[in-house]
């Protein structure tokens, strides 16, 4: 029974160190066009107890892992923000002045 604790929560971390690498990943490719897959909420398998005390560094370092990579999404995002507001001014000319037009009167 011990062993069959043990390895639900083995799984358990292995997922949620799966999903770090993915958006670490994610973050740091973000010149790359990437299908995502669709995110899910984790939960603890049921039944499975407490962490065992072996698996609470791990736990740990895995938390302190999707705090970071957490902080770091927010920042692309905001960087993603503000680049398409940058973009946005850029294109339509800023206070209403409209897009520059270049005649070639070298004819």
Request: with cysteine; charged share 25%; net charge negative.
């Amino acid at each position: 029974m011990a062993d069959e604790w043990r390895a639900a929560w083995i799984t358990a971390l292995d997922e949620l160190e799966a999903d770090v690498d993915a958006v670490e990943r994610m973050i740091t490719q973000e010149h790359r066009n990437q299908e995502l897959a669709e995110a899910t909420p984790w939960a603890p398998p049921e039944g499975i107890g407490p962490i065992p005390l072996d698996l609470r560094p791990r736990a740990d370092y895995i938390l302190t892992r999707q705090l970071e990579v957490a902080q770091a999404a927010a920042i692309a995002m905001t960087a993603n923000r503000r680049q398409t507001a940058f973009a946005a001014r850029v294109e339509v000319g800023t206070a209403g002045k409209g897009i520059p037009t270049y005649i070639d009167c070298a004819m």
